[in-house]
T-cell receptor
Framework: NAGVTQTPKFRVLKTGQSMTLLCAQD?????MYWYRQDPGMGLRLIHY???????AKGEVPDGYNVSRLKKQNFLLGLESAAPSQTSVYFC????????????FGPGTRLTVT | AQTVTQSQPEMSVQEAETVTLSCTYD???????LFWYKQPPSRQMILVIR??????QNATENRFSVNFQKAAKSFSLKISDSQLGDAAMYFC?????????????????FGKGTKLSVKP
């Protein structure tokens, strides 16, 4: 049981390049989330999904797109990376029938130059 | 909208001593959950403790306990017998309990964090 995994762990992009971050969970959780963490800030919600085929915007969605084609995977895409998207990205999942916690992945450090 | 405030950017404690980290929040809701997460240098987010707003009793997990003051909207974390491994960023987080059909979908709202150093 690997929990929540994220690929890649580190990435450096040039401005204007695109990339996709992959989040996978093996706990059969319905809900999945993408957060970003910037220095001096807590985690802020980018997008989330309440089930396969569904996505919704969070607090800071601009410049990102997401897809949830399979229940266990939640992809975060950057179509044209900008330096402002330099951050650490966390994925999390949660069982909505459970009353408590989200389970977090180890994070992806992305630098856009 | 709900907000979470951690007014102490950094704290320091001597090994084996006790330290309290502060958190206040703002909400108009009556049902919610509060959490403390620990983030060591490895970046992994680790749940330390959780508190349901409807429970008057303060949550305790081994050396970690909270002081939950619902009327004051305060949720502080006390770490007793501090250990070197406690050194980390600590985040306070809020989650609505309007239910998964009430629009919140379990999203966490985080404070900006408190960096805790432990001196040997």
């Amino acid at each position: 049981n690997a929990g929540v995994t994220q690929t890649p762990k580190f990435r450096v992009l040039k401005t204007g390049q695109s990339m996709t971050l992959l989040c996978a969970q093996d706990m059969n959780h319905e809900y999945m989330y993408w957060y970003r963490q910037d220095p001096g800030m807590g985690l802020r919600l980018i997008h989330y999904s309440v089930g396969e085929g569904t996505t919704a915007k969070g607090e800071v969605p601009d410049g990102y797109n997401v897809s949830r084609l399979k229940k266990q995977n939640f992809l975060l895409g950057l179509e044209s990376a900008a330096p402002s998207q330099t951050s650490v990205y966390f994925c999390a999942s949660r069982d909505p029938t459970g009353r408590y916690e989200q389970y977090f992945g180890p994070g992806t450090r992305l630098t856009v130059t | 909208a709900q907000t979470v405030t951690q007014s102490q950017p950094e704290m320091s404690v001597q090994e084996a001593e006790t330290v309290t980290l502060s958190c206040t929040y703002d909400t108009s809701e009556s049902d919610y959950y509060l959490f403390w997460y620990k983030q060591p240098p490895s970046r992994q987010m680790i749940l330390v403790i959780r508190q349901e707003a409807y429970k008057q009793q303060n949550a305790t997990e081994n050396r970690f306990s909270v002081n939950f003051q619902k009327a004051a909207k305060s949720f502080s974390l006390k770490i007793s017998d501090s250990q070197l491994g406690d050194a980390a960023m600590y985040f306070c987080a809020y989650r609505s309990d309007r239910g998964d059909y009430g629009g919140s979908q379990g999203n966490l709202i985080f404070g900006k964090g408190t960096k805790l150093s432990v001196k040997p």
